[in-house]
Nanobody
């Protein structure tokens, strides 16, 4: 089984910064794309950012310049650095990883449990 362990959420004032991390644990043969999604109350889950094993990144247009995604392939961990946070960034942030447990199996998508980020004064 593959587990995703998220950490780093919390309460931050507008204009502040916060970092999230997500470590993939368990029986893993290889990891493809890793990313972050978020879901605000009453809204659909949306892509925040994604990163390939080679380091190519993709961001939601509205977040470019404020958020930075990175990964450590050796640690099977993806990070999200969030700067200049706004109240509208308040949401539950979910880690998303495509991984396969053995070479003969297809990649499957796994989700973290979610971590709350609240931006408020």
């Amino acid at each position: 089984q593959v587990q995703l362990v998220e950490s780093g959420g919390g309460l931050v004032q507008p204009g502040g910064s916060l970092g999230l991390s997500c470590a993939a644990q368990g029986s893993i043969f290889s990891i493809d794309a890793m990313g972050w999604y978020r879901q605000a109350p009453g809204k659909q889950r949306e892509l925040v950012a994604a990163i390939t094993p080679a380091g190519s990144t993709n961001y939601a247009d509205s977040l470019k310049g404020r958020f930075t995604i990175s990964r450590d392939n050796n640690k099977k961990t993806v990070y999200l650095q969030m700067n200049s946070l706004k109240p509208e960034d308040t949401a539950v942030y979910y880690c998303n990883v495509r991984a396969r447990r053995v070479s003969s199996l297809p990649y499957l998508t796994y989700w973290g449990q979610g971590t709350q980020v609240t931006v408020s004064s």
